[in-house]
């Protein structure tokens, strides 16, 4: 596996454990019950976490058509499967995992056409 596949990984496994190591901490504190509303409430408390998720929102939209006209150029299928990712699990995983997919994509067009 190349460098760049690991370090995509890597990335990937943290965005699963941290974002969801937070989300069960949510969700411990809303008596074991998980409610969008309260965690966009939660997520938009003060000044600076309006800015995170505004920051976080724009960038997610940005990286999503990237994923989508990345996903047609390279003949990758499934790029839907990232959006579902991202929104279920974390933008912070289904990202990573699109370039460590994408990562593995290029290394075998370059391969093909050694």
Do not use: H
């Not at 965005?15 to 997520?43: H, M, V």
């Not at 920051?55 to 047609?72: H, N, P, Y």
């Amino acid at each position: 596996m190349s460098v760049p596949r690991i370090f995509y990984l890597s990335l990937t496994l943290a965005g699963l454990i941290i974002p969801w190591y937070y989300n069960l901490q949510f969700i411990d504190q809303s008596d074991g019950t998980f409610s969008i509303a309260e965690f966009i409430a939660a997520s938009s408390s003060n000044a600076a976490s309006q800015s995170l998720s505004s920051d976080l929102a724009i960038a997610c939209i940005a990286g999503l058509l990237w994923i989508f006209f990345e996903s047609r150029r390279l003949g990758m299928r499934f790029f839907w499967v990232y959006i579902v990712l991202t929104f279920s699990v974390a933008y912070a995983f289904a990202f990573p995992l699109f370039l460590f997919i994408r990562q593995g994509k290029l290394e075998t067009i370059q391969q093909q056409q050694e």
